[in-house]
């Protein structure tokens, strides 16, 4: 008797399912737009190292100026799929980067799409000569993406189990801090960090009557590969930048980053010595100075003189008697020239009297 009424109860199920199709999101008439679904909503992008990349804002001085170089991915790594195949992690690195350097409140010039000031120059619209020179840039690459293989846990008693896995991936990349006048590298930093993901699930399998029921639940956590890496990146800003500061400004800042989300040891990242760094923060501010009026002088120095262009040629109208007298001189001076290169051909004195006289 149970078995009958729970076949009809899902017999009505189905069929109330089938008959709401239309009202599912998904199966849209195809004469009607399928409606949108709402997400969460937009926010700005927040990582733990933004408030080390704000307490260093006003420790640089703003003359001297920084730019993003290359930052590729280097690991090599591609996804394939039915649509193609694409790099399996951000091309964007050089752009977080650069937003990491704006947060902390250094003067910041761009360099990554440089195309806009280059086509006004060739337009004659700008003088390249006023674009703000580098004096510090960060590059480098993330040139490791390996894949840990990973475990998990099975447990099913009397017909009720559960299901626990865990898989890691590791990231690393390398950052380098280069002053731009000389090529030297003043700071260099590598990070790596472990991505897990993880997936728990727990089910059952019952018989009510003689109709078995199996009910399955589960989650599945995985953090974000892409913003973990963007934390790497402002991390490693972070470490690069600090260098350029007194440890009196800049170990307060570091210590606002918890050890749990980063650490770096004092072995990890390498710099000059803080008596360098300050002799080199200083002579880089003294050229910045000596710059601009070095710039001001190109600027102004007047452009050579030029010859004046000639006036263009003022058409003459000719009348037509004119015009036949013309027509005549030429056809006689061509006789004539052929005449007298024809006298000088003649092998007999008479031939070349001939032709002297038809050239007169």
Known sequence: MMAGVGFHVCAVMTLSMLMGCSSIEGFSPSTKNMTLPKGPPIEDVVTPFDEALSCIRGKIDPSISFAVGQVIDATGKESYAEGGSGKMLSQGAGE?????????????VNRRDPNIPIVETQWGIRD???QIPVNFYISGSINSLDFIPGGGLEVDIAGIGAKHRQNRILIALDLS???????????NVPLQKQIFTSQDVVGT?????????????????????????????????LELIGQLVPDADYL?????????????SSNASHSAGAKDIAALMAKTVERNVEAPLQTMQAVQTPPQSQAPAAAPAQSVEISPEMRKIMERTTSFAGRAI???????????????????KQAM
């Open 177 to 187: 801090l280069t002053d731009a006048f000389t090529g030297r590298i003043i700071a």
């Open 252 to 264: 307060p800042c570091k210590a606002k980053v918890d050890g749990i989300n980063g650490s770096v």
């Open 338 to 356: 052929v005449s007298a290169q024809a006298s000088r051909k003649a092998t007999q004195p008479g031939e070349a009297a001939d032709h002297i």
């Open 128 to 130: 390249i000569k006023q």
């Open 96 to 108: 977080m980067v650069q937003t990491a350097l704006f947060r902390a409140g250094v003067t910041v």
């Open 205 to 237: 399998d019952r018989f009510f009557d003689t109709t078995l029921v199996s009910l399955s639940a589960g989650g599945m956590r995985r953090e974000a590969a892409h913003f973990a890496m963007r934390q790497m990146l402002n991390f490693a800003t």
